[in-house]
């Protein structure tokens, strides 16, 4: 909710200064997996720890697990929900990411495909 918050607001700025409506460019590619904010712990990294992977999506076909930690897209470090989104986001429809995962103390690089969003925006 805040990283859509955030985009609300980034925005609605945009729209008032110079006169430009971003929305159609939100939420255009996805991976297929829930997430949340995780922080780090004796038992585990910082990263964006997946709550679910849906079924034929590019991370289930990757091999993404939940309780997995996304700890990079590329060499983008993921340190949060928000900067999962936004990297995912910052790719287009087609593109190849490694993704860099945290799995019960092993890590992983994982090559995942970029796909359109389900659900298209209608303005």
């Known amino acids: 909710m805040t990283y859509g918050t955030f985009l609300f607001l980034t925005n609605l700025k945009s729209v008032y200064e110079a006169k430009q409506d971003h929305r159609v460019?939100?939420?255009k590619t996805w991976i297929g997996v829930q997430h949340a904010t995780t922080h780090?712990?004796?038992?585990?990294?910082s990263g964006s720890k997946v709550l679910s992977v849906k079924?034929?999506?590019p991370a289930s076909i990757a091999g993404v697990r939940p309780e997995d930690i996304i700890l990079k897209v590329n060499s983008e470090t993921i340190s949060s929900y928000s900067?999962?989104?936004a990297t995912i986001h910052k790719h287009r429809i087609g593109d190849q990411?490694?993704?860099?995962?945290?799995r019960a103390g092993d890590t992983l690089q994982l090559p995942c495909n970029i796909a359109p969003y389900p659900i298209p925006y209608s303005a």
């Open 40 to 45: 780090s712990n004796e038992l585990q990294p």
């Open 83 to 85: 900067d999962l989104e």
């Open 97 to 102: 990411v490694t993704l860099t995962i945290w």
């Open 25 to 27: 460019d939100f939420w």
């Open 55 to 57: 079924e034929s999506s």
